[in-house]
Each structure stands twice: as structure tokens, then as C-alpha cells.
């Protein structure tokens, strides 16, 4: 089955710093890749996906990229801000089974 | 306001007590999910849903049961709960398996003496 590898499993940062969170998968078959955001008492929620047709997408201050030939792909959050602050989590799926990374708990400081 | 809602939030029981953790969700969503988070192993799938009357296990199926009576609801059975079985347990749901944003419920933390 698919095995997803995260790191670092914590990461804290500079208010306006950048912060980059690296996951590898093993199922060559994979194609959809999201990323979750857990805030403190709360449920995962969908910040931002990638299919395996794209390299790299967007969204305000977060992008994700996708090295298919590595099998490895990156969140990456800019000028990063207080509410940044939770556990992240990178997943991947071959549209069967979704497996997800032991989670990045991402702390800014003031 | 779509959502997905467990039942009951907190939890504390004890060994071999039965229990049943509900789940339910608004969005007519075929497929339904339930997981556990241990610290430093991520979320781990139980059991998971397709459809009504389909049901097949996760990862870390043992322990657990599930059925999927209606389309809506999804509960989580612990016939003879364990003190292994002390955890946050989430309870997810989305379009279709596979490819689709998974909705997720806020969790319901379980400990078992």
C-alpha cells in the first residue's frame, strides 16, 4: 500500500518567515495529493490539493509543489502570520485509498 | 450549513464497556470514513464506506465495528473497548472514494481505563 512520509514533524518559524513542509509517497500511482490544516480542537480541513498533471499551484500565501519522478511533493507558506500556527498534513491517494503523513505541527512566533 | 457532526465530543469509559461513537453528515456524500490520530502516527483509517450496506476495513480495522445503514450516518462500535483504543477519532465524509476533498468532523476524544 501507499506509504507517506512527512517532515520535519515540527517546524517553527518567524512571523513573516517562510515555511516549507516535504512529504515522499511510495505508490507510483498516485495522483491526487492534499494538503490538511488542523487547527486546536479541531477537525483536518482541505487548504490546498495538486493532481499529478501539475507541477505546482497556488493559492495566496500557500503553494504546493509535485516532483512525480521523485515522488515527493512540498507545501510551502509565505510571509507567514500567527493563525498559520496548526498541524499540517500532506496525503496522497490513487483513487482508492487515501494515506497521510504523521502531520507538521507549525508554530509562529510573534 | 454543510457539515459533518460526531456524537459525543468527550468520551471516558472504561475497559470492556460497549460504546458507539455516531457520525453523521448533510451533504448526501457517498463515501464516509473513520480515523484515529495518535501522536506521531497521523491519521490512521478504521473502517471506511462506499456507499449503504458496503463497508470495508482501513489500517487498523481490529477492535472496531461499523455499519452504514443510511446514507447519513456512519457510527463507530467499540464492542469491548481496550485502553489501546484511547485516542481522537474523526469521523470524515466526501463525494466519492478517491480524489475528492474529504469534509471532517471535529473529532471525538476517547479514553478508555
Known amino acids: 500500500g501507499e506509504n507517506v512520509e512527512q517532515h520535519p514533524s515540527t517546524l517553527s518559524v518567524q512571523e513573516g518567515d517562510s515555511a516549507v513542509i516535504k512529504c515522499t509517497y511510495s505508490?507510483?500511482?498516485?495522483?491526487?495529493f492534499p494538503w490538511y490544516k488542523q487547527e486546536l480542537g479541531k477537525g483536518p480541513q482541505l487548504i490546498i490539493d495538486?493532481?499529478?498533471?501539475?507541477g505546482e499551484k497556488k493559492d495566496q500565501r500557500i503553494a504546493v509543489t509535485l516532483n512525480k519522478t521523485a515522488k515527493h511533493f512540498s507545501l510551502h507558506i509565505t510571509e507567514t502570520q500567527p493563525e498559520d500556527s496548526a498541524v499540517y498534513f500532506c496525503?496522497?491517494?490513487?483513487?482508492?485509498?487515501?494515506?497521510f503523513g504523521a502531520g507538521t505541527t507549525v508554530t509562529v512566533r510573534a | 450549513e454543510a457539515q459533518v457532526t460526531q456524537n459525543p465530543r468527550y468520551l471516558i469509559t472504561v475497559t470492556g464497556k460497549k460504546l458507539t461513537v455516531t457520525c453523521s453528515q448533510n451533504?448526501?456524500?457517498?463515501?464516509m470514513s473513520w480515523y484515529r490520530q495518535d501522536p506521531g502516527l497521523g491519521l490512521r483509517q478504521i473502517y471506511y464506506?462506499?456507499?449503504?450496506?458496503?463497508?470495508d476495513k482501513g489500517d487498523v480495522p481490529e477492535g472496531y465495528k461499523v455499519s452504514r445503514k443510511e446514507k447519513r450516518n456512519f457510527p463507530l462500535i467499540l464492542e469491548s473497548p481496550s485502553p489501546n483504543q484511547t485516542s481522537l477519532y474523526f469521523c470524515?465524509?466526501?463525494?466519492?472514494?478517491?480524489?475528492?476533498?474529504?469534509?471532517f468532523g471535529p473529532g471525538t476524544r476517547l479514553t478508555v481505563t
Open positions: 451533504m448526501n456524500h457517498e463515501y
Open positions: 496525503a496522497a491517494t490513487n483513487d482508492y485509498k487515501l494515506s
Open positions: 464506506s462506499m456507499n449503504v450496506e458496503v463497508t
Open positions: 505508490d507510483s500511482a498516485s495522483n491526487y
Open positions: 495538486i493532481r499529478s498533471n501539475v
Open positions: 470524515a465524509s466526501s463525494l466519492s472514494q478517491g480524489s475528492y476533498e474529504q469534509y
